[in-house]
């Protein structure tokens, strides 16, 4: 059985999990704790040698990097989720990046300077933490953009596109990132958070966030 290797707390674990549970992949999560440095652990290495969450093990298939992942279960699923055509598979792949090279890393340095600091032994850093609001303040028009002009980020269907970028905005409610400017997007949003594979994952990201935290600290803000 497909194993996964992650946190309920990372984005790109979550990806991952939406994704296997789009396309019904029944598989073993195992819980890599990335505060007590589970993921440097020579064990773990071995199946990810980045040191990073996510990862899979699929009957011997080692990989990490969740879009790698991603593309792969999708792949071998011959899902529509990750079109065939190469034009269209192409636009799929442009979103991908766009929402981790930029969506993500925006929201992740929010997410860093707002609570995941506190838990690492490195100052909190308002510089980075306004990048982090100024970068998504460029970004969400552009997909709020393409949300008016199509249903779904790569045109009438859902695809990995719709996923990844979905995992990158997850952090917004507790990182009080305001999305009420942005309709098309919000109203995307919601449609696809109602999705079972999405709920199959958590009710949202927030909740699954604050549940953990309040298990961690008393600092949930
Ligand atoms: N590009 C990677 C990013 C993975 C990543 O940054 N994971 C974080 C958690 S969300 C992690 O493993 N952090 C622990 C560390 O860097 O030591 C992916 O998409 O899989």
Redesign the pocket.
Known sequence: MLQIYGSPL????NKVCYVANYLNIPYEFYFIN?GAGD??KPEYLKINKF????AIDDDGFTL????AIIQYLSSKHQSSIYPQDIKQRAIVDSWIDYS?LHVMVATSKIMFNTHFYKFADIAKDERSLQDGRQFLEKYLPIVEKQLTDTPFLAGKEITLADIAMIAALDTCEVAHVDLSAYTHLVAWRKKIMNEAFYKKQHENYAASFNKIMSKLTNKVE
Not at 64 to 67: A, D, F
Request: aromatic share 0%; glycine share 12%.
């Open positions: 990372s984005s790109p674990s990335i993921q440097r040191g990073k969450i996510p990490g990097e969740s879009n981790s």
